[in-house]
């Protein structure tokens, strides 16, 4: 690995906004349009600009797009973002999938989450070719799908690639994230007795049997929020989804509610769900005509993950970060999850950082601002060729 200082690509607005743009006027939610259409986008744009590119399926019609530079036998960094995006909602004052440029701001849905961070990803691969610097291993660029619902593209990857250390390109406002907490869904049924409406006491109504399961999850939430991470926060539990009842001159049979637990970095999902079913036991043992039990796990982007301030990556990407803003980055972590912990179950030690304001992801009105974006794809850029030139 290089040590000295590298000379940076030039990147400029025409580099990185038209670009993001482009990829916010493609709808990529994931459930209902799929990925292949911004996926078609991407490995266009670099195929344009001379960079080897595949897709590959992971879902029918929903492919990850694996772009490469260099083959050396040096170090291998990758560069994860995601094509997909939350569905746009309600809210917005413009279309949102405009790309309008406003005031220094580019809007629509994903600027932020994780189209920003995807653009600044790409422009950084395509100055890095553009600089003319021989590299003496391999840079990848993996753009997946699935991130906002189960990761399903980063959990495909995780098989097959083998790298030395990763970037997950998520919005942090300049910060450098070790660590995520992970989520943990278990759909909870609880079963009851039918009867007509007119006769209730001849039935057990599976929902009013719920409604104690939902107050005692609140009792649960409180004692989780005990247990701390440094960086990322409290574990936590709420009921997120419910459904019970098939007409309305039935008592209903059967209930089902959605757990939505977070997980810490140091728990795990075995453990939780042992906590889980301890919690349902004594619930039980207090009712006895509670039937509740875990019917399915739904899937999410995954468990919690973490990564020591002394990994290589973490110092590129400060040195980087220090070069571009003026300043030393804050170390911190995520609540939420993402793709790091996919990229660590490969054995690629793994960071995050990636242009744009978290606080803006999920809303209405989700916009960038340029100085930001072009911050990003220099960051992304100088990381590369200290790492690899």
């Known amino acids: 690995m290089a040590h000295s200082p590298s000379p940076q690509p030039l990147i400029g607005e025409e580099d990185v906004v038209p670009l993001l743009q482009m990829l916010i006027r493609v709808p990529s939610v994931g459930l209902i349009h799929g990925e292949k259409g911004i996926a078609d986008a991407v490995a266009e744009y670099l195929r344009s600009h001379g960079i080897v590119v595949r897709q590959d399926e992971v879902l029918p019609g929903r492919p990850n797009v694996i772009a490469q530079l ?67 291993g391999r840079l990848i660029l993996c753009a997946v799908i699935d991130e906002e619902n189960a990761s399903e593209g980063s959990k495909a990857l995780a098989r097959v690639l083998h790298a030395d250390m990763g970037v997950v390109g998520e919005a942090t406002a300049g910060d450098l994230v070790l660590a995520h907490n992970g989520s943990l869904r278990p759909r909870l049924k609880v079963a009851g007795r039918s009867a007509h409406t007119s006769r209730p006491e001849e039935g057990i109504n599976a929902i009013e049997k719920a409604v104690p399961i939902v107050l005692a999850v609140g009792r649960l939430h409180s004692e989780l929020r005990d247990r701390t991470h440094p960086l990322t926060g409290s574990a936590s539990a709420s009921v997120s989804m419910i459904r019970g009842g098939d007409q309305p001159n039935m008592i209903p049979d059967t209930c089902t509610l959605v757990l939505d637990r977070r997980m810490i970095p140091g728990e795990s999902q075995e453990q939780a769900l042992r906590e889980l079913e301890s919690f349902l036991d004594d619930l039980m043992s207090c009712d006895p005509d509670l039937r509740v039990s875990i019917d399915e796990l739904v899937p999410t ?37 993402c793709d790091m912990v996919h990229m660590l ?18 809303k209405p009105n989700e916009h960038i601002a340029v100085g930001e974006l072009l911050r990003g794809a220099r960051v992304y850029a100088r990381c590369a060729l200290q790492c690899l030139a």
């Open 70 to 136: 260099g083959d050396g036998p040096g170090t291998s960094l990758v560069f994860n973002a995601h094509l997909d995006t939350v569905q746009p909602g309600e809210g917005w004052t413009d279309d949102p999938y405009s790309g309008r440029l406003v005031n220094g701001k580019v809007y629509g849905r994903g600027a932020v989450d994780d189209k920003g961070p995807l653009a600044a990803m790409i422009a950084a691969l395509v100055a890095v070719k553009a600089s003319g610097q021989a590299l003496t």
């Open 301 to 337: 982007t995954g468990g919690p993950a973490e990564i020591s301030a002394s990994e290589q990556v973490v110092v590129l990407l400060q040195e980087a970060i220090r070069g571009e803003y003026g300043r030393e980055p804050r170390l911190r972590g995520m609540g939420g999850a």
């Open 345 to 362: 179950s490969a054995g690629i030690p793994t960071a995050v950082y990636g242009p744009g304001d978290p606080s803006l992801a999920h």
